[in-house]
């Protein structure tokens, strides 16, 4: 039913997709992977060996215009050894960043088994992008599409987001960032003002069971660090820009997409809640400078890199 076609959704034409990105006035894409969103097998090592094949993949269909096509790699954390291996083979291979979700089962990304991961993320200067996705036990709590989309789908966003910000991965890691990816960006102030409210009771509990400080500083005190994707229609975008800063907030459009927002870049430039330096911030210069993406923008209007 979409006006795209199956090469182009499939990545097997990309001529065909590189020609849909210049009607919809896109420069540059970076492709994170739908197919994984939730586990696809009980198995830890072939499940490690389905994202490794799959970076193989997309990396080779990037190929075919790595100007514009660029790729997020998945990170195999099911198996933690895999997937700091393959950190340092996809940053050869040519990825921009490295995509997880916001727990790991019913682990959450600050288990000190990932704690090698993370290192080898910072040491390649590739940035964490948690998506969306159906990582944990709640799938299986909602078994309708309301639910599955609004609680199952979106809620391990936030836990992902405490693991970095309060569970001590940025902390441990001063060169890594992250960004949170297709949950909107109207949360962000609300959760990490109440990290941050209850970080003193925390730590005066880990204190008196003698444990160490689970962070050195407030979570609020890594906010620089944290970067998030909006939608183009959010009503609290112009408080988050004041909160979380105009160089940390990016467009996020989908190409195709079941909800039709294809377009959502020229819906975002066409606000006037927000200046427009803000706009072009949002649009081309904060993706461009988060994935390290040299971008030659072509001498049209409303062109973005995405």
Not at 145 to 167: D, E, K, Q
Request: hydrophobic share 40%; with cysteine; proline share 6%.
């Amino acid at each position: 039913m979409k006006d795209f076609s199956v090469g182009n959704q499939s990545l097997m034409d990309v001529p065909a997709r590189l020609a849909d990105m210049d009607r919809a006035g896109v420069d540059v894409r970076v492709i994170y992977a739908t197919l994984l969103f939730a586990p696809m097998t009980d198995d830890d090592d072939f499940q490690a060996a389905l994202e490794i094949s799959y970076n193989k993949w997309i990396a080779e269909r990037c190929s075919e215009a790595p100007d514009r096509l660029k790729w997020a790699a998945s990170l195999p954390l099911r198996s933690p050894k895999a997937a700091e291996k393959e950190i340092f083979r996809v940053k050869d291979a040519g990825a921009v960043s490295l995509m997880c979700y916001g727990s790991v089962g019913d682990t959450m990304l600050h288990d000190k088994k990932y704690d090698r991961v993370w290192a080898a993320a910072a040491e390649c200067n590739l940035p964490i992008a948690v998506h969306v996705g159906w990582p944990g036990p709640m799938r299986q709590m909602c078994d309708e599409h309301s639910s599955s989309l609004n609680v199952s789908f979106t809620l391990p966003l936030l836990a992902g987001f405490y693991s970095f910000v309060g569970g001590g991965i940025l902390d441990k890691n001063p060169k890594l960032r992250a960004v949170f990816l297709e949950g909107g960006a109207g949360w962000i102030p609300w959760y990490l003002e109440r990290m941050d409210h209850y970080y003193p009771v925390a730590e005066f509990f880990r204190e008196s069971f003698g444990f160490e400080p689970i962070t050195s500083k407030n979570p609020e005190s890594y906010k620089d660090r944290v970067y998030t994707t909006c939608e183009a229609g959010e009503r609290l975008l112009p408080q988050v820009i004041d909160y979380l800063g105009e160089d940390n907030i990016m467009v996020s459009e989908d190409m195709p997409h079941l909800e039709a927002r294809e377009g959502s870049g020229d819906d975002l430039g066409a606000r006037r809640d927000i200046t427009k330096r803000q706009r072009e911030k949002i649009l081309f210069h904060n993706p461009s400078k988060f994935y390290g993406i040299k971008v030659k923008a072509k001498k049209k209007p409303g062109r973005r890199a995405t």
